[in-house]
């Protein structure tokens, strides 16, 4: 499903307009959407509070009254804002509303009407703003939002939590805590990003009755995609067949990194694993999978792969299927240029994590210059380094972050994060599984593995990316379900296969599920 900005919505309902869709029936469509929800999850004996503004978001809500109205269930709204300036659609909706049975208030103040009515209500419906938010919310609407938020009451969004920036996910100065969202025409990117993702709750989409050209737009270039899984083994499947990876990774102070890496790509559906470590690190691997098989590498005094062996991994890498260097690695002087050349040299699909993004970051001529393949997996901190772009600024708009990003370098990017995103060829993709389990030490190095072995399997870079991103954040998912804390990453890597069981199983249905919640 396509994600939008505020203005790419704009743009889609002004497009809708002129093909005959006019404002007025996708008002009626945005308001039934939201009445069919509150009808169907609270039932029509309930107690409605609304709360309606001056744009077309109140429009909405107006709508939303009167169908609730028509049904005779009891309902208060609030307008909020001067309404002499309404726009048309909403203005006749205003009207209309007038002859129907239902309490229509001013809002002044948080005072003592205001107050019962929100003790008195049952559910609570947000028409404040909606993607016409185009400043910090002050005064008393902010006042207000707090009393909404603290009253307990579950509280229905009308296209989007007011104060929440569609485009970024940005608090404007306070915003509704929904219990659920009803978005008009397609999910918001500010959806996926934090603090934004706190605020939503369920998202359910109602697509207005937009042409499905224009839901299906090709001009909108962030999606929530869900890919096929790759093909069956087949009857014949042996190892050789299944996908041979090199893990270039781990150093004296980090150990787990290479088993994690080796080891999922096992666990995740590949064929061969091979590790190139140092002899320390190769041994304790060995002791802890014997799975994987182990090209033990000389050590420099730093406790690092030494510069002696980047011959002999160059010549190793010709005999497997792809490449990934960089997790729990290190950033001396032999491992720039361990990692300079294999990013220049490797000529199969490279996946480039860890310390390689922070040592390809001082030289992006290198990476610029790569015709293969090649995917990056940086952590916000990585990213920083690699686009000399501060983490407070990307945290801000990540999405445009990332776009920019792609700009500069021309290969796949996955910003790692509460809803990871995955950057290419002017694309982002959100990987929509995941939850704060996965942020654990050695969780990033399982992804590494997870990818590779998507990649190789579905014989697609792109799509095994998100593939592999996905299933592993799925198994921290049906994880999650069962423990709340203490997991590790050994857990998440052990319970891929139950991910990939679940996958291949749901994975029809599941851009859908995600706005009712796995
Ligand atoms: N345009 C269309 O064709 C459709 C729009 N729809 C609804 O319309 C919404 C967008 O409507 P609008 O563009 O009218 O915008 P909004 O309804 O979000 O509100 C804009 C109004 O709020 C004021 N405002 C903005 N920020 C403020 C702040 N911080 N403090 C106080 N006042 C503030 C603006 O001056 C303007 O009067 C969507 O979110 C959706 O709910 C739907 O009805 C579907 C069709
Ligand atoms: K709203």
Same mark, same amino acid.
């Given at each position: 499903m396509k994600v939008a900005t505020g203005e790419e919505i704009k743009r889609l309902d002004k497009l809708a307009v002129s093909l005959g869709v006019k404002e007025e029936i996708l008002m009626e469509n945005a308001g039934y959407s939201v009445f069919s929800f509150l009808k169907e999850? #609270?039932? &029509?004996? %309930?107690k #409605? &509070? =609304?709360f309606a503004g001056s744009g077309n978001n109140g429009g909405d809500a107006f709508v939303v009254a009167r169908l609730l109205a028509s049904f005779n269930a009891s309902v208060t709204l609030f307008t909020v804002s001067d309404l002499t300036n309404l726009k048309e659609s909403a203005k006749k909706n205003f009207e209309l509303l007038k002859n129907y049975p239902v309490e229509i208030l001013e809002f002044e103040s948080v005072n003592r009407v205001l107050l019962s009515a929100i003790r008195e209500t049952d559910v609570i419906v947000d028409g404040i703003f909606g993607t016409g938010l185009n400043r910090r919310i002050e005064g008393k609407i902010a006042e207000l939002i707090v009393e909404i938020n603290n009253s307990g009451k579950p509280v229905v969004a009308i296209d989007i939590p007011s104060g929440i920036s569609a485009n970024t996910g940005a608090v404007l100065g306070v915003a509704i805590k929904a219990t659920y969202t009803i978005t008009m025409g397609l999910p918001k990117r500010g959806f996926f990003a934090f603090p934004g993702c706190? +605020?939503?709750? %369920? $998202? $359910?989409? !109602?697509h207005i009755s937009y042409p499905p050209e224009l839901t299906f737009s090709k001009d909108i270039s962030v999606e929530i995609k869900i890919v096929e899984p790759y093909p069956e083994r087949p009857t014949n499947a042996h190892k050789g067949l299944l996908g041979k990876a090199l893990f270039i990774s781990g150093s004296s102070f980090y150990t787990g990194a290479p088993y994690f890496n080796a080891l999922s790509f096992l666990k995740s559906g590949g064929g061969i694993s091979f590790l190139a470590t140092t002899e320390n690190v190769s041994r304790i691997v060995s002791q802890r999978s014997p799975e994987i098989v182990q090209i033990p590498l000389k050590e420099n005094m730093q406790g690092a792969i030494a510069k002696e062996n980047i011959e002999k991994i160059l010549e190793f890498s010709k005999n497997v299927d792809i490449v990934a260097i960089g997790s729990g690695l290190s950033v001396d002087d032999d491992t720039e240029q361990l990692v300079l050349d294999v990013v220049d040299k490797v000529e199969k699909p490279l996946i480039i994590d860890g310390d /390689? $993004?922070?040592i390809i970051a001082r030289h992006k001529e290198v990476l610029k210059k790569r015709k293969f393949d090649t995917v990056l997996t940086p952590h916000m901190g990585e #990213? !920083?380094?690699l686009t000399g772009v501060s983490i407070d600024e990307i945290k801000k708009d990540k999405f445009s972050a990332l776009f920019m990003a792609m700009e500069e370098i021309p290969h796949t990017i996955v910003l790692k994060g509460e809803y990871t995103l995955i950057g290419s060829k002017g694309n982002i993709y959100i990987n929509t599984s995941g939850n704060p389990v996965l942020g654990t030490a050695g969780s990033g190095d399982v992804l590494v593995g997870t990818i590779a072995s998507c990649i190789v399997r579905k014989a697609n870079t792109v799509e095994g990316t998100i593939l592999g991103a996905y =299933? @592993?954040? &799925?198994s921290g998912d049906l994880l999650a379900k069962e423990f709340r804390e203490g997991l590790t990453a050994e857990d998440i890597l052990q319970n891929i296969p139950? /991910? =990939?069981r679940y996958y291949w199983m @749901? +994975? %029809?249905e599941l851009e859908g599920a995600l706005y009712e919640g796995l």
């Open positions: 999850k #609270f039932g &029509l004996t %309930k #409605f &509070l =609304i706190d +605020y939503v709750g %369920k $998202i $359910i989409v !109602s /390689a $993004i922070t #990213f !920083s380094r =299933i @592993h954040g &799925l139950n /991910a =990939i @749901h +994975y %029809k």
